[in-house]
């Protein structure tokens, strides 16, 4: 456990770090709130020196049980911690709602319970997008050198050299690590001043490209990405959005083998036939059944689709009025991008072994005698992994469907339950219906929906298996 303490602590000393940014946008504004900064950077610090000072032990290689329980602490104490800016600014916001954010911002889910967002302080709404930063960051790192290892949903096929247990596994883990976080800001920074030239103010342009890179969706405005006029920004967004789906391993390997590395990858090939096609078809959908001509046709569906593909979760159009392609929407819920991406979902290499599998016991029925191996990017594919991919999406289904019928027990429809139960399951963001839509937010359900939901953005963001391992009595055994 001296391990875990000390890693938790050094993920709180980064926090309370970085609550020192919005603290100081808002003390050069003369604005009190950064008294709420102050108390929850001191509180989130000392706690974080108490732990470091518990752990202090020599470091070890940490052992499978410890990782499956370290990855699970960090994403409910990073965000505990993370509400405390929250209540101590807002003084109207509950717990519950605090905690929602928070869990939001982190998963990188982007659904939020606070209305009149330009009202707001500035501080907090730098926090909220620091949040997502961080937490699509974090994401990253866990699936390059974490989730491997922990041989969930299929993961173990994106071993790397990073993730492999031997003895040189650190020293490694720690040079990719720093640069994929130097790559990582690199395009953030990127994705700032790209939105400046179009047009953001500075304020919005750092915000959105944090939230951009991140796949995560929180905007500094009620109408989100509606709100701006420039029709270059959705564009720019387009092209960021899906820069953060795409595996962040394969830029470090493009830097040295060249760009068209990226685009041989079979993970972002999949990816961007898949958001083509849906972007066509949305495309026609939108064109018969508004007003809105072809190219705004083409303009908001590639905006959206994209946004909801890649998990952002930006809209800037209600797409319900679009009739029937409220179900594409809801479908495309549950694409996700690439592994080892800032997306959340079931991820695009789950659906190719899928795929792969299908083909071969087609064969083999068609050609008894035949051997048609299951292979995915040239490697043949164990059985071992395609029975863990098909229990994830098994469990997977299952989860949404029991989170579905617990939101409908109480005051929510059909429609609204199982929109919302897919969003936070998926760390994608807008529901559908009129409460949750595209251009409204979670705000109006009552606490316990709120906490059902949350229990999705936690399970979505963990994998599902890496949740459901800790919490089994067994694994408490002799730990």
């Known amino acids: 456990m001296a391990r875990i303490f000390y890693v938790l602590g050094m993920s709180l000393l980064v926090l309370a770090g970085f609550e020192l940014i919005p603290l100081t946008i808002n003390y050069m504004l003369d604005s009190a709130n950064w008294l709420a900064f102050a108390f929850s950077s001191f509180l989130t610090a000392f706690l974080g020196i108490s732990l470091l000072f518990a752990g202090n032990v020599p470091f070890r290689r940490v052992s499978l049980r410890e990782a499956y329980l370290l990855t699970v602490l960090l994403w409910i104490v990073l965000p505990i911690f993370g509400a405390l800016p929250f209540l101590f600014d807002l003084n109207s916001m509950t717990f519950t709602d605090a905690f929602f954010e928070s869990v939001s911002g982190v998963t990188t889910t982007g659904s939020s319970v606070i209305n009149r967002l330009d009202l707001i302080a500035p501080g907090l709404l730098l926090w909220r997008s620091l949040l997502q930063w961080l937490g699509g960051l974090l994401f990253v790192l866990m699936g390059i050198a974490i989730l491997p290892t922990l041989r969930v949903g299929g993961m173990q096929l994106m071993q790397t050299e990073i993730s492999d247990g031997s003895s040189k596994a650190l020293p490694r883990a720690i040079t990719v690590g720093t640069s994929i976080v130097a ?186 005698n035949g051997v048609f ?23 997977y289904l299952l989860t949404w469907c029991l989170l579905s019928a617990f939101l409908s027990l109480g005051n929510l429809d059909f429609q609204t339950s199982v929109s919302a139960a897919a969003t936070a399951l998926t760390n994608v963001g807008p529901g559908l219906g009129e409460l949750i ?43």
């Open 183 to 368: 790559l990582y800001t690199m395009l953030t920074v990127l994705c700032m001043i790209s939105y400046g030239l179009a047009g953001m103010s500075a304020f919005d342009a750092i915000n959105h490209s944090m939230t951009t890179i991140a796949t995560g969706g929180f905007s500094t405005h009620d109408d989100s990405f509606a709100y701006f006029s420039s029709p270059a920004i959705p564009w720019l967004a387009v092209f960021f959005m899906l820069s953060g789906a795409l595996p962040f391993i394969i830029y470090l390997k493009a830097l040295k083998r060249g760009p068209l590395l990226i685009i041989r990858n079979t993970q972002v090939i999949f990816l961007l036939k898949f958001c083509f096609l849906v972007v066509l078809l949305l495309t026609f959908w939108c064109w018969i059944t508004t007003p809105a001509n072809l190219i705004a046709a083409f303009s908001y569906s590639a905006f959206n689709a994209v946004s909801i593909i890649t998990t952002t979760g930006y809209v800037n159009t209600d797409y319900t009025l679009w009739g029937g392609a409220s179900v594409v929407f809801l479908i495309i819920t549950f694409a996700g991008g690439c592994s080892g991406s800032t997306s959340g979902s079931i991820k695009i290499f789950r659906y190719q072994l899928v795929w792969s599998f299908l083909k071969s016991q087609l064969n083999r029925l068609v050609f008894p």
């Open 373 to 395: 191996p299951v292979r995915y990017e040239g490697r043949e594919v164990s059985a071992d992994i395609i029975l863990s991919v098909t229990a994830f999406l098994g469990l």
């Open 437 to 479: 839509g595209p251009m409204s937010n979670f705000s109006s359900l009552d606490a316990i929906d709120k906490w059902l939901l949350i229990l999705g953005m936690l399970l979505g963001r963990l994998e599902l298996f890496t949740f459901f391992a800790v919490v089994t009595p067994r694994f408490w055994r002799d730990l």
